[in-house]
């Protein structure tokens, strides 16, 4: 059974860092592409970062390219969103997730696995 579990979240002031992190297990995590998600009340799910199964792309949202960095350590199962000079817009639940066969990395319909999500808020 998959399961990706993310934590990391909570409150912080704009300006300030914060890193996520999400452990996956019941698959083959070195070869899966993950994903970085995140959901505003009242607003779809959209992309934020994506990493491939080598670690040797990455990809991300024009809004968090620079600031936000996403990383994996096949040792621990583990993928990461280091986030840095956070935002008020930032606020959303964050979301982990292993991508399918889907070229397309962006689409929230080429990702089959999904953790539970991880609160993040940032005040101004």
């Known amino acids: 059974q998959v399961q990706l579990v993310e934590s990391g979240g909570g409150l912080v002031q704009a300006g300030t860092s914060l890193k996520l992190s999400c452990v996956v297990s019941g698959l083959t995590f070195s070869t899966k592409s993950m994903g970085w998600f995140r959901q505003a009340p009242g607003k779809g799910r959209e992309f934020v970062a994506a990493?491939?199964?080598?670690?040797?792309?990455?990809f991300y949202a024009d809004s968090v390219k620079g600031r936000f960095f996403i990383s994996r350590d096949d040792a621990k199962n583990t993928v990461s969103l280091q986030m840095n000079s956070l935002k008020p817009k930032d606020t959303a639940v964050y979301y982990c997730a292993g991508k399918g066969n889907s070229m397309d990395y962006s689409r929230v319909s080429a990702y089959d696995s999904w953790g539970q999500g991880t609160q993040v808020t940032v005040s101004s």
């Open positions: 990493i491939t199964g080598s670690g040797g792309f990455t």
